[in-house]
Structures are given as structure tokens and as C-alpha cells.
């Protein structure tokens, strides 16, 4: 789907850079992130119709360092992931050097899906965690096999959730390596983290010329109120063009006593020399790779973009507060590798 979204991307972005958008030299100056969640490269079916915008929402936002409007930033969006879904998780890795996966192993770890301190009586009691923005199932196995394996708990099931079908498409096909019981709790739902009032099953792709981001105009089915135990979002929420109504979303699918839980690229400017070594790594190295090993440099352009443009920790654990949910720890959240990445954790009130 690479070569598919590629070209739509790379006639979108121009028009970006050249209009109403920032001029180059009005951009942030940012060089440089690193990178590690995302993997990019594609070659899957080619040319998926994702640049036609889905809603007819008109807000600004930034995509990358560019002001777009938000139906816009979904279309583009839609047309990075679908760009490189196939070599996602190849690129991650090569990326960030392998440190995703210790990220991730150590998100899922301290969430300790399946065991619940409030029902100690049964260690096993179901839990409904929810996987969003969950692309190619990174996180959503990793919960499975916590909570499964390592505390024992088969009644803990987990819907992954995106927005954008060719990375759940990566994410099914991956799945069929876990052991039964863990498919069997596995759902793949497609779904826009800013309304999931609307969503529907994971539909096959069937032809190249297909769009690969989920059309809420075909909803079948949609996340009910007070629904969910745990919610879990990882290198996803800073690709969301409205960030305010996806926090506003978890908040009400969560039960009360329900944890938001978010891995993210963060800040490590406490560091100044560590920071700016990855910087120059993110800006420098990261679109380059994107450009010689996945044969699209703009989508890593975008990656490392969009990391600079994300919010600061203080600033992001503002917005989770008030989305209504309470923080706790030093200041609401842990920085991992000097802030490079954060865990920001939130609790809907029982109350
Ligand atoms: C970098 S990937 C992260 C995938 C996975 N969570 C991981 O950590 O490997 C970001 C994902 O966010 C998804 N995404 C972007 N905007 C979204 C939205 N509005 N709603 C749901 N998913 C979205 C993309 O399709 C993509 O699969």
C-alpha cells in the first residue's frame, strides 16, 4: 500500500508546505527526534483513495510543521500509516535501535493487566481493555500475554482498535501467531479514537484502489458508555487531529475506577546534550532511513515532525486532567529514556 499512499502523500504535502501552511522558515526550529514507534516502509496494494477527507470538520491543527485543517491532518494521517504499514515494525526497530519494545514491555508491565487489586478474591475477574490506535498489535498482544500468562487471567479480553484498516490488516495477520486462547480474546475493531460512538469490525481490504481509513458513515456498532476497565493508547494520540475530543472518548467508555494509560514521545530537554544528540539522530537520521529502507522519506519527515509538535509532559497531563481524570505520582507521569518517551496514567473517579 506504500506505493499506493506515497504518491498521495507526496501530492498533499506541497500544497501544504506552499500554502496557507507555515513557510519553511516560519517552522519550528526542530531538527531532530528520535524516533522509535513507528515503522514505515509499504508495499501493500497501491492506490488507496486516503487523501479524500472523511468529515467535514474545518478546525485547524498542525500536521508535522505544517496548519492543516483536521479532516485534512485525518486524510494525511491515514495516507502515512497506510504508506507504511508493512514495514512498521521493521522500521521501529531499526529506529529506535530496538528500544520501543523495552518501552512497551515496560507500559504493559506496570499496568499488570489482568490482575485487579479491588477484587483480590478473584484474581481472575474479567477485565475489558481496550487497544487504541493499536495498528499492528504491539501493545494489545503484549496485554494478552501478561495478563494471560503472567497472571493467569483468561478472562481478560482486549479489542484493538484503528482508525486505519491496513495497520489492524498487519496487526490480524500477526495475531495468528499467539496461542488460541489469546486469539480467542483478540477483537480487531476499526474506529476513530475522536468518536467511538461509530465503529465496526475490522473489514478485509479487497482491492488496492480501496480506502484504507475507517468511513464512520459505515458504523455498524459503537463502544457504549461505562464500558471499559482499561484504556490504553501507545505512539498513537499525537497523530489525533483533536486530542481534547479522543481524551473526552476515554473518559466515557472508561468505568468508573478505569485507567487511561498512554505511551508517547515526549520531552528530553532536561538533557541538553542528550537531547540534542537525538535530535539531530531524529530530524537527520530517521527521515533518511525512512527514505533508503521503506523508499519514503516524507512519512518519516512526518514521524519526527510530529514528535517536536506534541505537547510537553506538563502540558499533556493538563489535558488528561481535564479531561476529567485524576493523576497521580510525580507530577502524573514517568519519563523513560531521559523523556524521550512518557507514561502518562489517569484514573476516571469512581465519583
Ligand atoms: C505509530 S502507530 C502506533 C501503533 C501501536 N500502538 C504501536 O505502539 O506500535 C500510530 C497508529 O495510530 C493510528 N491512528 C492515527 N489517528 C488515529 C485516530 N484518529 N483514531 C485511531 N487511530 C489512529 C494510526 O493509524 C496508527 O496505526
Same mark, same amino acid.
Given at each position: 500500500? +506504500?506505493?499506493?499512499? %506515497?504518491?498521495?502523500? =507526496? ?39 486516503? &487523501? ?12 508535522? !510543521? $505544517? &496548519? ?11 495516507? #502515512? ?5 508493512? $514495514?512498521?515494525? =521493521? ?29 483480590? /478474591?478473584?484474581?481472575?475477574?474479567? @477485565? ?7 495498528? /499492528? ?14 497472571? $493467569? ?22 495475531? +495468528?501467531?499467539?496461542?488460541?486462547? @489469546? ?19 475490522? &473489514? ?7 480506502? /484504507? ?21 501507545? !505512539? ?16 466515557? #467508555?472508561? =468505568?468508573?475506577?478505569?485507567?487511561? +494509560? ?14 540534542? #544528540?537525538?535530535?539531530?539522530?531524529? !530530524? ?6 525512512? @527514505?533508503?529502507?521503506?523508499?519514503? %522519506? ?49 484514573? =476516571?473517579?469512581?465519583?
Amino acid at each position: 500500500m +506504500a506505493a499506493a499512499a %506515497r504518491p498521495a502523500l =507526496k501530492r498533499a504535502l506541497p500544497s501544504l508546505r506552499s500554502s496557507t501552511f507555515l513557510p519553511r522558515q516560519q517552522q519550528p526550529q526542530c531538527h531532530h527526534h528520535v524516533p522509535t514507534s513507528r515503522r514505515s516502509l509499504s508495499t501493500t496494494p497501491s492506490h488507496r483513495n486516503d &487523501t479524500q477527507p472523511t468529515t467535514p470538520s474545518d478546525e485547524e491543527t498542525h500536521f508535522g !510543521f $505544517s &496548519t492543516v485543517t483536521t479532516s485534512q491532518k485525518r486524510a494525511l494521517v491515514a495516507s #502515512v500509516f497506510t504508506s507504511v504499514a508493512d $514495514s512498521y515494525d =521493521k522500521m521501529n526497530d531499526l529506529m529506535s535501535f530496538g528500544w520501543h519494545r523495552i518501552w512497551k514491555d515496560h507500559f504493559v508491565s506496570t499496568l499488570n493487566p489482568g490482575f485487579s487489586p479491588l477484587s483480590s /478474591t478473584s484474581p481472575t475477574s474479567p @477485565q475489558h481493555i481496550l487497544d487504541i490506535a493499536g495498528g /499492528t498489535g504491539d501493545i494489545a498482544f503484549r496485554l494478552l500475554h501478561h495478563a494471560h500468562t503472567v497472571n $493467569s487471567n483468561p478472562n481478560v479480553k482486549v479489542t484493538i482498535s484503528d482508525i486505519n484498516r491496513a495497520m489492524l490488516s498487519v496487526g490480524k495477520s500477526r495475531s +495468528a501467531a499467539l496461542p488460541a486462547s @489469546q486469539q480467542a480474546a483478540l477483537s480487531f475493531v476499526e474506529a476513530n479514537a475522536e468518536d467511538l460512538r461509530k465503529t465496526r469490525p475490522l &473489514t478485509p481490504i479487497l482491492s488496492q484502489t480501496e480506502q /484504507t481509513f475507517f468511513d464512520p458513515a459505515t458504523a455498524t456498532s459503537g463502544l457504549e458508555d461505562d464500558s471499559v476497565d482499561l484504556y490504553t493508547v501507545a !505512539f498513537g494520540i499525537r497523530n489525533f487531529s483533536d486530542i481534547p475530543a479522543a481524551l473526552a472518548e476515554a473518559y466515557r #467508555v472508561l =468505568k468508573p475506577g478505569g485507567v487511561f +494509560a498512554c505511551l508517547e514521545f515526549s520531552k528530553a530537554d532536561k538533557h541538553p546534550l542528550f537531547n540534542s #544528540v537525538y535530535k539531530e539522530w531524529s !530530524f537527520r537520521a530517521i527521515p533518511l532511513i525512512g @527514505q533508503l529502507v521503506a523508499g519514503d %522519506r516524507d512519512s518519516y519527515q512526518y514521524l519526527v515532525e510530529s514528535i517536536e509538535r506534541f505537547p510537553r509532559q506538563e502540558e499533556f497531563r493538563d489535558l488528561i486532567k481535564g479531561a476529567g481524570f485524576r493523576v497521580s505520582g510525580d507530577g502524573g507521569w514517568e519519563d523513560l529514556t531521559g523523556g524521550v518517551a512518557a507514561i502518562h496514567r489517569g484514573m =476516571k473517579p469512581r465519583e
